[in-house]
């Protein structure tokens, strides 16, 4: 199992920001994936998750701004963030929805700043 994160950056408050994630090493369509969060001295939370039938769930400090997307074609998940706030500065990782801790890759650091 692989996670590749990627599409962080530095951006001021209220920009917006497209993760991608490119999954290998298992059946993609048949897993409920997610994607998690963690800001310096934080622990590593869930912040979106999607079903295999593409129902979401969103933490509520990002509903309304984040939306999570998967393409099973292209065994990739995707992380569409709207009006990013400083508080949303962290790295971000996909894997599962109930997450492998032998898989975790190396995120990508989203530092929202002015």
């Known amino acids: 199992v692989q996670f590749v994160e990627s599409g962080g950056g530095l951006v001021q408050p209220g920009e917006s920001l497209r993760l991608s994630c490119a999954a290998s090493?298992?059946?993609?369509?048949?897993?409920?994936m997610g994607w998690y969060r963690q800001a310096p001295g934080g622990q590593r939370d869930l912040v979106a998750s999607i079903g295999t039938g593409k129902y979401a769930n969103y933490a509520d400090s990002v509903k309304g701004r984040f939306t999570i997307s998967r393409d099973n074609a292209r065994n990739a998940v995707y992380l569409q963030m709207n009006s990013l706030k400083p508080e949303d500065t962290a790295v971000y990782y996909c894997?599962?929805?109930?997450?492998?801790?032998?898989?975790w890759g190396q995120g990508t650091q989203v530092t929202v700043s002015s």
């Open positions: 894997n599962f929805r109930s997450p492998d801790s032998t898989a």
């Open positions: 090493g298992f059946i993609f369509s048949m897993s409920a």
